[in-house]
């Protein structure tokens, strides 16, 4: 309701940020996202998620956002790590155990938890955040400092690269999510 009183107020259009990205990707060679482009643990879990019947059924009584969490735990056990290679301008880093990777242009991630709290849609600049594979009981941990005080940033198994422009190769196929889409 509160969307609806806003449009009929006609506010001023605002300028922010969406990300352009190219891919090998048969179906989807090019294209923008407004959130982020995500790759490992997040994409593999949408994956689950959107081809999962059970959601249908939940959706039809307004609770299929509970195969999320059904499915993040299935992830868990079932995604291995992967290589990847970030390069900028400026630099060019790999990571060998990486887990999760994603490039974004603002803070947040699915149900708004801040994956990057200093993401800004209006910087200009991408923000590709790298999170190495932790033990179970570290993965835990981590997740409960992110929805707590957003501290999961200062862990040793996160990484994060802000550019204008960033290239993002992983050394085999990998499940990727745009904006939530397989």
């Given at each position: 309701?509160?969307?609806?009183?806003?449009?009929?107020?006609?506010?001023?259009?605002?300028?922010?940020?969406?990300?352009?990205?190219?891919?090998?990707?048969?179906?989807?060679?090019?294209?923008?996202?407004v959130?982020?482009?995500?790759?490992?643990?997040?994409?593999?879990?949408?994956?689950?998620?959107?081809?999962?019947?059970?959601?249908?059924?939940?959706?039809?009584?307004?609770?299929?956002?509970?195969?999320?969490?059904?499915?993040?735990?299935?992830?868990?056990?079932?995604?291995d790590?992967?290589?990847?290679?970030?390069?900028?301008?400026?630099?060019?880093?790999?990571?060998?155990?990486?887990?999760?990777?994603?490039?974004?242009?603002?803070?947040?991630?699915?149900?708004?938890?801040?994956?990057?709290?200093?993401?800004n849609?209006?910087?200009?600049?991408?923000?590709?955040?790298?999170?190495?594979?932790?033990?179970?009981?570290?993965f835990?941990?981590?997740?409960?400092?992110?929805?707590?005080?957003?501290?999961?940033?200062?862990?040793?198994?996160?990484?994060?690269?802000?550019?204008?422009?960033?290239?993002?190769?992983?050394?085999?196929?990998e499940?990727?999510?745009?904006?939530?889409?397989?």
């Open positions: 309701m509160q969307l609806v009183s806003n449009l009929l107020q006609d506010p001023e259009p605002e300028r922010v940020d969406c990300g352009f990205f190219t891919s090998n990707i048969d179906k989807m060679p090019q294209g923008y996202f959130n982020n482009f995500g790759i490992g643990f997040d994409a593999f879990v949408v994956h689950q998620s959107n081809n999962e019947k059970l959601k249908k059924k939940l959706n039809h009584i307004n609770f299929g956002n509970l195969i999320y969490g059904l499915n993040i735990i299935k992830t868990l056990a079932k995604q790590t992967f290589t990847v290679t970030i390069k900028t301008a400026n630099e060019t880093v790999r990571y060998g155990n990486a887990y999760f990777v994603t490039t974004t242009n603002h803070p947040y991630f699915g149900g708004e938890i801040a994956i990057l709290p200093k993401a849609i209006y910087s200009h600049q991408l923000d590709t955040v790298i999170v190495e594979k932790p033990s179970l009981f570290k835990i941990h981590l997740f409960g400092k992110l929805l707590k005080d957003g501290s999961h940033v200062n862990a040793p198994q996160f990484h994060c690269i802000e550019a204008k422009e960033i290239q993002v190769t992983t050394q085999k196929p499940f990727a999510q745009i904006d939530g889409e397989d």
